[in-house]
């Protein structure tokens, strides 16, 4: 595996270059030498070295120092060790500062070189590791990976696109399971800050004072567990994007601190009396109405106005059903892919299943069903059969009978399975029902219904 | 291309040659035979840091190398080092047939304690069979019991078993089959 990493040793004394090669090869490197800097640099072009040792010293055009600073101007990236006989303090810092990563003074205590390359090598290999990720991420989050042929998708994945780089807050609406952050992934990944951050936070996960932290960081001692200063979401997300999923939960003290950040672009830490400044945009996603949430006095008309400056609301799955054949499709080849199962496709008759379901969870529920069929699939194709529990969900294909119980039992199971309907919206639930709010509060308190 | 070589680099104790023959019979399949020691010129020594100079050896030593050597290895009781280390308890051609064990720093008394034979005797059998794994292509392994693990002090010696671990083992095993004709 270290035969990846290959070295590069840069000295005019060929024993010294031969000698340090050799040891370096019997610990499993490619190791190559140059007598001098001009040769060091042909070799930096044609191969990227993890490592260069650079003697200080060289006679001739070019010292250490140069050639450290020709090998990065070719190669940024480059770990460079300087390495001299002489330990002098000014030369030490020269090289530091020209961005030598270390300074060796020979000879050197061979444990001390063999720890300094493993741990050069790690740090290399976490950012490869890292680059690989993110062209990973990027590769994912693309517009044309956002599968879709309903022409409404279509202008808002047009209007994701035209906002890319634009530095104004985006209101994402739709309800769970749309793809909400598939959107807000969709307009970084396409933008000028692709590169940088996308920093996703769950407001409506975290307690209030937790999600203060969470968003703005807190200084060391700022409340009892504070051991160390940390830095919230928006720095992290310092020339990126934040993306602030389930804004219209967050409670109304942290929609002022929110607003502030909108407007003013600086903020505090919890606890700190320094004034931090951050550059970044804000993406916002919700479920809720929140012109409704406004009128309730519930959310902040000040903020709502802030956020709301481009909306894009994604319709309801059962609201494009053209693309669920699609989207299946897409499910079961990259789901069969990851788990490793070789499977041939979805029969028409399961599809017609898919398109009569109404599908409340959306996207996401229709990418759960997939892949929980996929798990128990054996026969390499989808079919009717293989969503039996969907089709009693569906309900629609035998006529109800009713269950031989009281009455009361009846409405206790009604209200379940509205609530289960409405992902737990009281509101919601009480209208589907034809019953008001406080009524439904009675009826949850007395079955004794958790929601 | 059958001999085992070893030879002395100045004057060894015969002890840790004898220790070091059985060992190499041992372990190789190839007939033992010590070559007459070599006397270290006074050019291999540095003395501004009061070591003696591997890579001079190392040349020395592939100078010396018969006709029908298999593998050589030198012996020293001198303290070794290249211009960028510290020390060395030894060096090798990686895939040659050349190596060389110091045994300066593998002594007790190196370290202002008392002499320990057997402690040395394992040692020496230790970094012999390590600087031989590299002349038949092994690199350092990542197993710290491994006779192929890389030893940058003294401890680590210590902590390594005098053989190699099942994968290094396994190379060891097909290099010396086809070293010897496939008859083992």
Same mark, same amino acid.
């Given at each position: 595996?270290?035969?990846?990493?290959?070295? *590069?040793?840069?000295?005019?004394?060929?024993?010294?270059?031969?000698?340090?090669?050799?040891?370096?090869?019997?610990?499993?490197?490619?190791?190559?030498?140059?007598?001098?800097?001009?040769?060091?640099?042909?070799?930096?072009?044609?191969?990227?070295?993890?490592?260069?040792?650079?003697?200080?010293?060289?006679?001739?055009?070019?010292?250490?120092?140069?050639?450290?600073?020709?090998?990065?101007?070719?190669?940024?990236?480059?770990?460079?060790?300087?390495?001299?006989?002489?330990?002098?303090?000014?030369?030490?810092?020269?090289?530091?500062?020209?961005?030598?990563?270390?300074?060796?003074?020979?000879?050197?205590?061979?444990?001390?070189?063999?720890?300094?390359?493993?741990?050069?090598?790690?740090?290399?290999?976490?950012?490869?590791?890292?680059?690989?990720?993110?062209?990973?991420?990027?590769?994912?989050?693309?517009?044309?990976?956002?599968?879709?042929?309903?022409?409404?998708?279509?202008?808002?994945?047009? *209007?994701?696109?035209?906002?890319?780089?634009?530095?104004?807050?985006?209101?994402?609406?739709?309800?769970?399971?749309?793809?909400?952050?598939?959107?807000?992934?969709?307009?970084?990944?396409?933008?000028?800050?692709?590169?940088?951050?996308?920093?996703?936070?769950?407001?409506?996960?975290?307690?209030?004072?937790?999600?203060?932290?969470?968003?703005?960081?807190?200084?060391?001692?700022?409340?009892?567990?504070?051991?160390?200063?940390?830095?919230?979401?928006?720095?992290?997300?310092?020339?990126?994007?934040?993306?602030?999923?389930?804004?219209?939960?967050?409670?109304?003290?942290?929609?002022?601190?929110?607003?502030?950040?909108?407007?003013?672009?600086?903020?505090?830490?919890?606890?700190?009396?320094?004034?931090?400044?951050?550059?970044?945009?804000?993406?916002?996603?919700?479920?809720?109405?929140?012109?409704?949430?406004?009128?309730?006095?519930?959310?902040?008309?000040?903020?709502?106005?802030?956020?709301?400056?481009?909306?894009?609301?994604?319709?309801? *799955?059962?609201?494009?059903?053209?693309?669920?054949?699609?989207?299946?499709?897409?499910?079961?080849?990259?789901?069969?892919?990851?788990?490793?199962?070789?499977?041939?496709?979805?029969?028409?008759?399961?599809?017609?299943?898919?398109?009569?379901?109404?599908?409340?969870?959306?996207?996401?529920?229709?990418?759960?069903?997939?892949?929980?069929?996929?798990?128990?699939?054996?026969?390499?194709?989808?079919?009717?059969?293989?969503?039996?529990?969907?089709?009693?969900?569906?309900?629609?294909?035998?006529?109800?009978?009713?269950?031989?119980?009281?009455?009361?039992?009846?409405?206790?199971?009604?209200?379940?399975?509205?609530?289960?309907?409405?992902?737990?919206?009281?509101?919601?639930?009480?209208?589907?029902?034809?019953?008001?709010?406080?009524?439904?509060?009675?009826?949850?308190?007395?079955?004794?219904?958790?929601? | 291309?059958?001999?085992?070589?070893?030879?002395?680099?100045?004057?060894?104790?015969?002890?840790?040659?004898?220790?070091?023959?059985?060992?190499?019979?041992?372990?190789?399949?190839?007939?033992?035979?010590?070559?007459?020691?070599?006397?270290?010129?006074?050019?291999?020594?540095?003395?501004?840091?009061?070591?003696?100079?591997?890579?001079?050896?190392?040349?020395?030593?592939?100078?010396?190398?018969?006709?029908?050597?298999?593998?050589?290895?030198?012996?020293?009781?001198?303290?070794?080092?290249?211009?960028?280390?510290?020390?060395?308890?030894?060096?090798?051609?990686?895939?040659?047939?050349?190596?060389?064990?110091?045994?300066?720093?593998?002594?007790?008394?190196?370290?202002?304690?008392?002499?320990?034979?057997?402690?040395?005797?394992?040692?020496?059998?230790?970094?012999?069979?390590?600087?031989?794994?590299?002349?038949?292509?092994?690199?350092?392994?990542?197993?710290?019991?491994?006779?192929?693990?890389?030893?940058?002090?003294?401890?680590?010696?210590?902590?390594?078993?005098?053989?190699?671990?099942?994968?290094?083992?396994?190379?060891?095993?097909?290099?010396?089959?086809?070293?010897?004709?496939?008859?083992?």
């Amino acid at each position: 595996m270290k035969g990846v990493w290959p070295i *590069l040793i840069v000295d005019d004394e060929e024993v010294m270059c031969e000698s340090m090669a050799a040891w370096l090869r019997e610990d499993g490197y490619r190791v190559d030498t140059a007598p001098n800097g001009r040769r060091a640099l042909e070799l930096a072009k044609s191969t990227d070295y993890a490592i260069y040792f650079v003697d200080l010293k060289m006679p001739g055009g070019m010292d250490g120092i140069e050639t450290m600073i020709e090998i990065r101007r070719a190669r940024p990236d480059a770990a460079i060790i300087i390495i001299t006989a002489y330990a002098t303090v000014d030369t030490a810092i020269q090289a530091m500062k020209e961005g030598a990563q270390e300074y060796i003074v020979k000879p050197c205590n061979p444990q001390e070189i063999s720890l300094l390359v493993s741990r050069i090598l790690k740090l290399k290999k976490l950012q490869r590791e890292n680059a690989i990720l993110r062209k990973k991420i990027t590769r994912q989050y693309r517009h044309r990976d956002v599968v879709t042929k309903n022409p409404r998708m279509e202008e808002i994945l047009a *209007l994701a696109q035209e906002v890319a780089s634009l530095r104004s807050t985006v209101l994402i609406r739709g309800e769970s399971g749309t793809g909400k952050e598939l959107v807000a992934r969709a307009i970084h990944y396409s933008g000028d800050r692709a590169d940088k951050p996308f920093i996703t936070v769950s407001c409506a996960a975290l307690s209030e004072t937790l999600l203060e932290s969470e968003l703005f960081g807190y200084e060391k001692g700022a409340f009892t567990g504070a051991n160390a200063q940390t830095k919230g979401k928006f720095e992290l997300a310092d020339s990126g994007t934040i993306f602030l999923d389930e804004i219209g939960d967050i409670s109304p003290k942290l929609q002022a601190d929110l607003l502030r950040v909108l407007q003013e672009r600086r903020f505090y830490r919890v606890g700190g009396g320094e004034e931090i400044q951050v550059d970044a945009r804000v993406i916002a996603a919700t479920n809720k109405d929140l012109a409704e949430e406004v009128q309730q006095g519930r959310f902040r008309d000040d903020l709502y106005y802030r956020v709301n400056v481009i909306e894009i609301r994604i319709p309801p *799955l059962r609201e494009r059903r053209e693309d669920i054949p699609l989207l299946a499709e897409h499910f079961v080849e990259r789901i069969g892919h990851e788990l490793g199962k070789d499977i041939g496709g979805i029969a028409e008759d399961a599809l017609k299943l898919f398109i009569e379901y109404d599908w409340p969870g959306n996207v996401r529920e229709l990418q759960n069903v997939i892949e929980r069929a996929i798990v128990t699939c054996h026969n390499g194709m989808l079919g009717e059969s293989d969503f039996a529990w969907l089709e009693q969900r569906l309900g629609s294909h035998e006529p109800w009978k009713v269950p031989d119980v009281p009455l009361s039992e009846l409405e206790r199971r009604a209200i379940i399975a509205a609530l289960e309907r409405k992902q737990g919206n009281v509101k919601e639930a009480a209208t589907a029902l034809g019953i008001d709010r406080s009524t439904l509060y009675d009826k949850l308190k007395r079955y004794e219904i958790t929601r | 291309m059958n001999t085992f070589y070893i030879v002395a680099v100045g004057s060894v104790a015969s002890e840790v040659l004898d220790w070091l023959d059985t060992e190499a019979a041992e372990w190789f399949p190839f007939p033992v035979r010590r070559l007459p020691p070599l006397a270290i010129p006074e050019g291999w020594y540095d003395a501004a840091r009061q070591q003696y100079q591997s890579v001079e050896v190392m040349k020395a030593l592939a100078e010396t190398a018969p006709r029908d050597t298999a593998r050589l290895l030198g012996v020293t009781e001198v303290d070794l080092a290249i211009p960028m280390l510290t020390f060395l308890f030894g060096q090798a051609q990686l895939n040659g047939p050349v190596a060389v064990v110091s045994l300066c720093r593998l002594r007790q008394e190196f370290y202002g304690l008392p002499a320990n034979d057997g402690l040395l005797r394992e040692r020496a059998r230790k970094e012999m069979l390590h600087e031989l794994g590299h002349t038949f292509g092994l690199t350092h392994c990542s197993e710290p019991q491994c006779a192929m693990s890389l030893a940058t002090h003294i401890d680590l010696v210590d902590t390594k078993k005098e053989r190699y671990c099942a994968r290094c083992g396994a190379h060891m095993a097909r290099r010396l089959a086809a070293a010897n004709g496939g008859s083992i």
